[in-house]
C-alpha cells in the first residue's frame, strides 16, 4: 500500500521499465511553417495503484481512471492523451509473481493558447521520463521562438542529474561530482523548477532513479489536488480537478478525500516500493532561487516608519492628484521622475506585455490560415478578457493592457451582476468604460454584462461544489460562482442603444488577484493597523500571501478553467511582487488616511499615472459584495443579510457538504 509519510527515500537497486503507451487525440493539426513559441494550459492527472491481476491488492475505486479524464475535459478542450506506465515491485520479497508492478496511469487534456504546433501530453522523451505539465514559463528558462514550453521543460529535466542524493531532504553533494561523470552539469530536478517564472503544476517520472517528482509554483496560481492512499482509497492521486460526485452511497467525503498540494517541489522514490511496505516519502525540496525564497518568506526590510517618513508620506506629492500627468506618447509618466509608484507601473505593464503577447486569437492560429465566417472580424478582438468590476484592480489591468496591444483590437471586458444594473460593480464597470474611453478614445472597450440568475444555482450547485472542492464555505461557493460565470462569457453587450446577446470567445482572462493582499485592500487590515500597529498590519499581509495557495488561486484556478480559459494574475508575477516587497510598508498604504485614499495607497497613484482619476478614489470592494452574489446567498441560505452576518456565513461551512 502507498502511504504518505517524512522519511528519506533511500535504495540502490535497479528495476527494469516496462512501458506502456496509448495515447488519444481528440484533434489532429498539420505542421505549419514559422512556428512560434507554443503555449499550453492543461488538465493534468495521475493515478498510481497497485496491479489489479492480484486481488488481494484491489482496493476502493472512489472513481475510475476513465472518469478522471473527462473531468480534465474541460480544461483542455484542444487534445487528450493519456499514458500507461508498469513500475514492476519487489516481487519475490513478497511471495508474487515476477510480474506484480505498480501502474502509472498519467493523462493530460490540453487548451492550446500559443504557437502552430499542436501539443498533445503526456510527453515521454527516448529515456523513458514522462511529464504532465500546466503551466507558463514567463522567464527563466531560455525558450526560443520555435519551441514548446512543456518539450524544453522535459529535455531540461531529462539532462538533470539522476543520482538518489538529490531525493534527500537536505541537499548533499552529488555523488557522480567526481566520478568519470563529472563532465555532466549535475543540476537537478529542483535547480530547473526553481528557475521558472510564472504559474505552473507538473508530474515528472524520472526513468533511470525511479523517482517521482511533482510539485506547484511558489504561489500556487495552477491548481493541483492530492489524494494521499488511505484505507479508504489506496491509490495515490493527483489532479488538476476534482470529477463530480453525483453517487451518494461513497464511502467518503470527497471534501476529505482531495486537499490541496502546497506549494513546493517533492519526490517519491518508488525503487524501494514493495507491495507489503509503504514508500517513504514523499520528501519535501527547498527551493534553490533565493528570489523565490524571499517571496515564499514575505518579509518586508521596512515596515515601522519613522516620525520624518510619515510626515515625508503624509505630505508628498504622490498623495496631490494635481502632480499627476498623464503622457500617452511615451506611456504615462509623472512628474516625479523614478518614483516607487512609477517602479510598480513599469513591473505591471511588463507582466501584463507577458500575458498577452502571442496568444491564439482563435482556431486559425493553429489550423492555418482557414477562411471561415467571421474570421475577419476576429482579427480585431483581442484574445484575452478582463475580469472587471470598474473598481481600482481591474481599470488599472485595461488601462496597462490598452498600452500593450494593438489600438484596433476590441477588449471584453466581462462583468458579473445578481441584480442586473443596480449592482454596484456593474454600476461601477459602466462608470469604467467612460473613464477608459476618455483615455483611449481610439480603442473599442466592450462591455459584457453577465446577469447570474440566483434560481439557476441550484442547477450548477453540483458541479460547482466539485470545483471548489476541496474548499467548501459558502464564501468559496459565492466567489466560484462569479468566476464560473464570468469565465463563461454569456451575456449582454449595448451597441447603438440596443442590447444584445453575446458571448466572449477569449480563451485567457486577467484577474485582478493579489493586488489587496499586497497593498493593504482588505478591511481587516485597517483593524489590523487599528489594533497594532505598522508590525501589525505587516504580519496580517504576510499571513495573506503566504495562504494565498490554499484560500483563493486554486479555487479561482479551477472554476475559471472549466470553460477552457485560462486565468493569469498580473499583480502576482514575481518581479511585480519583488517591486512591492523591497517598498516601505508605509508607501505601500498608509491606513491613517480614509477608504479609498490610505488603502492600496501605491496603486491608486499608479492609477493617477495612468489617467484614471475616478477609479484612484474608488474603495475595495469584493467580487461577491459588489455582484451581489453573497446578498442573494445569504437570503437563500440564513433568511436574511442579518442572519448571515451573525452566522458568520462568508466562513461557514456549506450545511449539505
Known amino acids: 500500500m502507498l502511504s504518505r509519510s517524512k522519511g528519506k527515500p533511500v535504495g540502490v537497486a535497479s528495476l527494469n521499465l516496462i512501458f506502456t503507451v496509448a495515447v488519444l487525440q481528440v484533434k489532429k493539426v498539420a505542421s505549419l511553417s514559422e512556428p512560434v513559441t507554443t503555449s499550453i494550459m492543461c488538465g493534468i492527472g495521475l493515478i498510481v495503484s497497485a496491479d489489479e491481476r492480484h486481488e488481494k491488492l484491489i482496493d476502493h475505486r472512489i472513481f475510475s481512471c476513465k472518469e ?13 492523451g493519456r499514458l500507461t506506465l508498469h513500475h514492476p515491485l519487489n516481487a519475490h520479497a513478497n511471495g508474487l509473481d515476477d510480474e506484480s508492478s505498480l501502474v502509472l496511469e498519467f493523462m493530460a487534456t490540453t487548451l492550446q493558447l500559443r504557437g502552430r504546433e499542436q501539443i498533445c501530453q503526456p510527453l515521454k522523451d527516448q529515456n523513458g521520463n514522462v511529464l504532465i505539465y500546466n503551466g507558463e514559463i514567463f522567464d527563466g528558462p531560455a525558450i526560443k521562438s520555435d519551441e514548446n514550453d512543456a518539450r524544453v521543460l522535459l529535455s531540461l529535466l531529462g539532462k538533470c542529474c539522476s543520482c538518489l542524493c538529490h531525493t534527500e531532504s537536505v541537499k548533499k553533494d552529488c555523488i557522480c561530482s567526481t566520478s568519470e561523470k563529472g563532465n555532466n552539469t549535475h543540476t537537478c530536478i529542483s535547480e530547473v523548477l526553481s528557475s521558472i517564472r510564472g504559474p505552473w503544476t507538473l508530474v515528472f517520472w524520472q526513468a533511470e532513479s525511479e523517482v517521482l517528482w511533482f510539485g506547484r509554483d511558489i504561489l500556487g496560481r495552477r491548481s493541483l489536488l492530492v489524494h494521499w492512499p488511505s484505507s479508504m482509497d489506496e491509490r495515490l492521486i493527483f489532479s488538476s480537478v476534482s470529477p463530480p460526485s453525483n453517487n451518494k452511497e461513497l464511502p467518503c467525503d470527497m471534501f476529505d478525500y482531495w486537499e490541496e498540494l502546497p506549494c513546493a517541489i517533492y519526490s517519491i522514490n518508488l525503487k524501494i516500493h514493495t507491495v507489503e511496505k509503504s514508500i517513504e516519502g514523499a520528501v519535501k525540496h527547498t527551493w534553490t532561487d533565493m528570489g523565490l525564497v524571499e517571496l515564499m518568506n514575505w518579509k518586508r526590510t521596512h515596515t515601522e516608519p519613522t516620525f520624518e517618513d510619515l510626515e ?55 489550423m492555418g490560415h482557414l477562411e471561415f465566417p467571421g474570421a475577419a472580424q476576429m482579427d480585431l478582438e483581442a484574445p484575452f478578457a478582463i475580469l472587471f468590476s470598474g473598481g481600482l484592480d481591474s481599470m488599472i489591468l485595461a488601462a496597462i493592457a490598452d498600452q500593450c496591444v494593438p489600438s484596433e483590437w476590441t477588449i471584453d471586458l466581462l462583468n458579473v451582476s445578481f441584480e442586473g444594473q443596480a449592482a454596484p460593480d456593474r454600476i461601477s464597470a459602466i462608470a469604467g468604460v467612460k473613464e477608459l474611453s476618455a483615455i483611449s478614445s481610439s480603442r473599442r472597450w466592450r462591455l459584457v454584462e453577465i446577469d447570474g440568475d440566483p434560481a439557476s444555482l441550484s442547477e450548477m450547485r453540483g458541479h460547482l461544489l466539485s470545483l471548489i472542492c476541496p474548499s467548501k464555505t459558502h464564501m468559496d461557493l459565492n466567489i466560484g460562482l462569479a468566476l464560473w460565470l464570468a469565465s463563461r462569457g454569456d451575456g449582454w453587450i449595448t451597441e447603438n442603444s440596443v442590447r444584445k446577446e453575446y458571448k466572449c470567445n477569449a480563451r485567457v482572462v486577467l484577474i485582478g ?44 484556478d479551477r472554476c475559471i478553467a472549466d470553460h477552457g480559459k485560462e486565468a493569469r494574475f498580473p499583480y502576482l508575477d514575481e518581479d511585480v511582487m519583488h517591486s512591492l516587497l523591497k517598498m516601505p510598508l508605509w508607501d505601500i498604504a498608509d491606513l491613517r488616511q480614509p477608504l479609498g485614499k490610505g488603502d492600496k495607497k501605491i496603486l491608486r497613484e499608479v492609477a493617477l499615472m495612468l489617467g484614471l482619476k475616478s477609479a484612484a478614489t474608488l474603495p475595495k470592494r469584493a467580487i461577491q459584495f459588489g455582484s451581489r452574489i453573497a446578498q442573494e446567498s445569504n437570503r437563500r441560505s440564513f433568511g436574511s443579510n442579518r442572519a448571515a452576518n451573525l452566522a458568520s456565513a462568508g466562513s461557514a461551512v456549506l450545511p449539505d457538504i
Open 513 to 556: 488577484s493579489g493586488a489587496d493582499e499586497q497593498c493593504a485592500g482588505y478591511g481587516r487590515h485597517r483593524t489590523k493597523f487599528r489594533e497594532g500597529g505598522w508590525s501589525s498590519l505587516e504580519r496580517e499581509m504576510q499571513l495573506d500571501m503566504q495562504r494565498l495557495w490554499k484560500r483563493n488561486l486554486g479555487r479561482d
Open 312 to 366: 515625508v508620506n503624509l505630505h508628498s506629492k504622490g498623495d496631490n492628484f494635481q502632480n499627476f500627468k498623464a503622457d500617452n506618447s511615451i506611456g504615462l509618466q509623472p512628474v516625479i521622475e523614478a518614483s516607487q509608484h512609477q517602479k510598480v507601473l513599469e513591473a505591471l505593464r511588463e507582466s501584463v506585455r507577458r500575458r498577452t503577447l502571442n496568444i491564439c486569437k482563435h482556431d486559425k492560429d493553429i
Open 68 to 80: 478522471l479524464l473527462e473531468a480534465l475535459r474541460k480544461r483542455g478542450p484542444d487534445s487528450m
